[in-house]
């Protein structure tokens, strides 16, 4: 290995090749891919990336379902330099118009039945190449892959070139791509790998989806650098996943996945007797579940909590106690809580969350304003959550600045669906906030004042939100009201509509 490429592939190449024969990926058909594979395919993919006119720096955005050759084209884009680009794979037209626009990608790669929309989309944003990949690991980039070279020198990087773009979204409707690099990636796995005791015999079983942190940078990242064992699932399937459980020693996943799970029956101590860890993040996990799941299965959950802007920021212990509600510990990152000015608040105090390291990102993708407002002269980056540290040292999230909405795992913002509201026919102007929910953590609930021209049901707004939306963005339960609450300067009050949701 060159000691000089900082290159992320760089250190999964080490790995890969330490376990050639091993069995890299097991899909739910039972199909198996080895670590040879990997390197030979992510040269193939990276070779036809190439071809088609990426450079490295250049950006690959990619909305493709989950599969094996999703992942072997992020290895592909790590190893060519290229800046991987994933995106959700319930975003809509007007949602992509606004990434391709934004990022100007050199390739997309997307579901063949969506090649159409993309290709018109591609056309306006200088895209050399559309690519399809289907969700059973067909298409036309496996295709053309098939007849590039099965070798390619990792490309030449250094620490602050970039790895990845993800979007998140923006309270002001528009989208933040957070750039993270091959430093930010790196530091962060090996982090987690010395946190949570990774070891060569591991087995991942993987339910999570990959076009964020947690599936493909959090799950994978840990697996690649022990040359570990991923039992791959398309989807989060609780009979699936409890059916594998026997055979794995890491499972990570969003509360929903929790409450599912112990609603099956299955779920006992045998299933769970060669499991070594269960981790829970993406968005609060209630009590009742954490401790509901240690009585059935023997095991304590390990919260966590990270972001888009930073991977993993803190993790309860994998050796000590692990606390419901806590969030743990900083990992190789330094943490503080302070006011809205910036100064640091006592102990027990509630205040934002900033927080520093290798792990946090350069900025915003073309957002250099949006960037600097969010980092402290000091380095530190403003991370909006809203946190407290208890008096044991352990530190808890008690709340989201900015009126987040965390619904499945994802991050929903209101202003994003309140703007395509206001523009709705009949809709004088709206509000949105979260409800807490047994299954989703949170449900996306409206408050619509009609402007009187037309009458406004609330199964039109659901339907015109899904028109426009990804699914978890639609509205669970829409409210009419004659007009929204208001502070004396006009700011709409919704932590008024959040008690009128809790008065039923």
């Known amino acids: 290995m060159n000691m000089n490429n900082k290159n992320l592939f760089s250190l999964f190449e080490e790995a890969f090749k330490s376990a050639p024969d091993k069995i890299a990926f097991e899909t739910e058909t039972g199909r198996h891919y080895h670590f040879s594979e990997l390197l030979q395919k992510s040269a193939q993919f990276a070779n036809l990336l190439t071809s088609a006119g990426a450079g490295p720096g250049d950006r690959v955005a990619v909305q493709v379902e989950k599969t094996v050759e999703a992942v072997l084209l992020y290895l592909g884009c790590l190893r060519a330099g290229l800046v991987y680009l994933p995106l959700n794979t319930a975003y809509k037209s007007a949602e992509l118009s606004y990434f391709l626009e934004d990022s100007r990608p050199a390739v997309v790669v997307c579901d063949p039945q969506n090649e159409t929309s993309l290709r018109s989309i591609s056309e306006d944003c200088g895209v050399k190449e559309v690519f399809t990949l289907s969700k059973t690991g067909e298409g036309t980039l496996v295709e053309k892959a098939a007849d590039q070279l099965t070798e390619q020198a990792v490309i030449l990087r250094t620490d602050n070139d970039l790895a990845a773009i993800l979007y998140t979204s923006g309270t002001t409707g528009r989208s933040k791509g957070a750039m993270l690099t091959h430093r930010n990636l790196a530091t962060n796995a090996q982090s987690l790998v010395n946190a949570w005791a990774f070891n060569e015999n591991d087995v991942l079983l993987h339910a999570l989806p990959i076009f964020h942190v947690h599936g493909l940078f959090v799950a994978l990242h840990c697996a690649f650098l022990k040359a570990n064992t991923v039992l791959f699932l398309a989807k989060f399937d609780p009979n699936k996943v409890i059916e594998r459980l026997p055979r794995s020693t890491v499972f990570m996943g969003v509360p929903t996945f929790y409450v599912r799970l112990l609603s099956a029956p299955e779920l006992n101590r045998e299933a769970c007797k060669n499991m070594r860890l269960f981790t829970a993040g993406s968005a609060p996990l209630l009590e009742d579940t954490f401790n509901e799941f240690e009585t059935r299965t023997g095991h304590v959950i390990l919260e966590r909590y990270g972001m888009s802007e930073a991977g993993m920021i803190t993790s309860n212990p994998y050796d000590g106690k692990r606390i419901a509600g806590s969030v743990g510990f900083p990992l190789d990152n330094e943490v503080r809580i302070c006011d809205d000015e910036g100064n640091i608040v006592a102990d027990g105090e509630i205040g934002v969350l900033e927080i520093k390291g290798p792990n946090v990102f350069l900025g915003y993708w073309n957002m250099p304003e949006k960037t600097a407002a969010e980092f402290r002269p000091d380095g530190y980056f403003i991370t909006g959550d809203m946190a407290k540290k208890r008096p044991d040292g352990y530190y808890q999230i008690v709340g989201r600045a900015k009126d987040l909405i965390i619904s499945g795992g994802y991050n929903v913002y209101p202003k994003e669906i309140e703007s395509y509201l206001d523009e ?56 009419i009201l004659e007009e929204l609450p208001r502070n004396t300067m006009g700011k709409v009050q919704k932590n008024e509509l959040r008690k009128q949701l809790e008065a039923g």
């Open 424 to 479: 709705m026919p009949g809709v004088l102007e709206s509000a949105v906030v979260g409800k807490p929910h047994p299954d989703f953590g949170e449900a996306v609930v409206a408050f619509i004042v009609p402007d009187g021209t037309k009458e406004v049901t609330e199964q039109q707004v659901i339907e015109f939100v899904k028109e426009n939306l990804a699914n978890f963005k639609v509205p669970k339960q829409v409210q």
